[in-house]
């Protein structure tokens, strides 16, 4: 039911996860942040990891108003695990798939976008100002996972690179 604490804290957590994730954010029809792409660095994805860790325990310690709150809160807590177990992983870190990634992302936001009328073609182009920025981003994610032993296979680090 709309109103209670474990839908309070869903509903904060979306918002402040597509700030942090505004290709995803557009991808799923949230258009607050259209004009910015994801921060894929490692500060990003700490900046991420951060907001759900902070949520799954705001989410387990609310009590449940009801049986549809506990179901919530529990499907809440139980995404946010598994997306804390590959970020302990270092997953983000070696982020290069021919089936979507960062890279892949970044190219698909576009075809997600309105293109109804001027505003929505200025966009557009102040997010095409931003690729250079969120590449870079992915690219340092992927530096520090080298650096850390984490690589993504060869062949899937092959074939994005054809994709580009």
């Known amino acids: 039911m709309a109103g209670t604490r474990v839908h ?81 992983l270092g997953e983000g870190l070696r982020a290069l798939s021919v089936l979507g990634g960062p890279i892949q992302e970044t190219r698909m936001v576009f075809d997600a976008m309105a293109r109804e009328d001027h505003d929505d073609w200025e966009a557009i182009a102040l997010r095409l100002g931003e690729v250079p920025a969120s590449l870079a981003s992915a690219r340092a994610a992927l530096e520090e996972g080298r650096g850390r032993r984490l690589v993504a296979a060869r062949r899937q680090a092959a074939g994005v690179a054809r994709q580009a």
């Not at 900046?47 to 325990?57: E, G, N, P, Q, V």
């Open 8 to 88: 309070e804290i869903a509903d904060g957590y979306v918002a402040a996860h597509a700030a942090l994730d505004p290709t995803g954010a557009t991808q799923v029809g949230i258009d607050d942040h259209a004009t910015r792409l994801t921060d894929h660095s490692p500060d990003g994805l700490a900046a991420r990891a951060d907001l759900a860790r902070a949520t799954r325990r705001a989410v387990l310690e609310a009590e449940p108003a009801n049986e549809r709150d506990r179901v919530a809160a529990e499907y809440l807590a139980e995404r946010l695990g598994a997306e804390l177990a590959l970020e302990d």
